[in-house]
């Protein structure tokens, strides 16, 4: 697998395999891959020639108060599982390379209706911070497809539409939710769950079934 930090080098590769005629798919991510992830990976396998992940933490999506900064980084990790799950490209930008202008000065996509809504009441910017950067990610590799976790169940409806009010040529595939044995949803943000809130966090999935 090939790792690659810039945007010309990422599209030389692109254009080379469509010169191949190969079919391509995209599967965004933040990094701190976990089984989850590789289900996307497999989910786009099964649809693509060849499969692009790319691991960037997105501060355009983060409001004041969260945690950019402590967001889990580990890209030597993400690199060996990729490997060992035959993706063949990663893409892990710098920042720079994504708004080279800085992200409080970049143009943004906002999602009209849907991005204020659930989750978005209670974290303002946020999927106008994931529209922005999942467009980005689109027009710089131009997938055939690209794979989403149904996990974010929201941002997965968020992105349909984006693509869709923009005619953007990618078909977006949602990937199941990859569960705990206890039924809590794999996350990278369960790593800051206490103990307590740990074991209390399946029963909200439990009580959704029941419900
Ligand atoms: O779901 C995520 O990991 C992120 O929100 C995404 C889609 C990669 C955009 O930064």
Redesign the pocket.
């Known amino acids: 697998m090939q790792t690659v930090n810039r945007i010309v080098t990422l599209r030389e590769q692109v254009r080379a395999w469509r010169k191949e005629g190969l079919r391509i798919a995209l599967v965004?991510?933040?990094g701190n891959l976990h089984k989850g992830h590789v289900s996307l990976v497999a989910h786009a396998q099964d649809h693509a020639d060849r499969v692009i992940v790319s691991v960037?933490v997105?501060p355009l999506?983060f409001g004041p108060t969260e945690d950019y900064e402590d967001y889990p980084r580990t890209l030597e990790h993400d690199t060996q599982l990729l490997t060992k799950v035959n993706a063949n490209l990663l893409f892990a930008p710098p920042v720079y390379e994504i708004y080279p202008a800085g992200h409080e000065h970049t143009t943004t996509v906002e999602v009209a209706d849907l991005s204020g809504i659930l989750c978005g009441a209670f974290r303002p910017g946020h999927f106008t911070g994931?529209a922005t950067?999942?467009t980005k990610l689109l027009n710089i590799v131009a997938p055939d497809v690209a794979v989403?976790?149904e996990k974010?169940f929201q941002?997965l409806i968020v992105i349909r539409r984006l693509v869709a009010d923009l005619c953007l040529p990618v078909e977006i595939l949602g990937g199941p939710t990859i569960r705990d044995h206890d039924g809590l949803a794999l996350s990278s943000r369960n790593k800051y769950l206490s103990p307590r809130e740990r074991d209390l966090a399946p029963k909200l999935y439990e009580s959704l079934k029941l419900a």
């Open positions: 965004p991510t933040m960037f997105n999506q994931v950067v999942v989403f976790g974010d941002q």
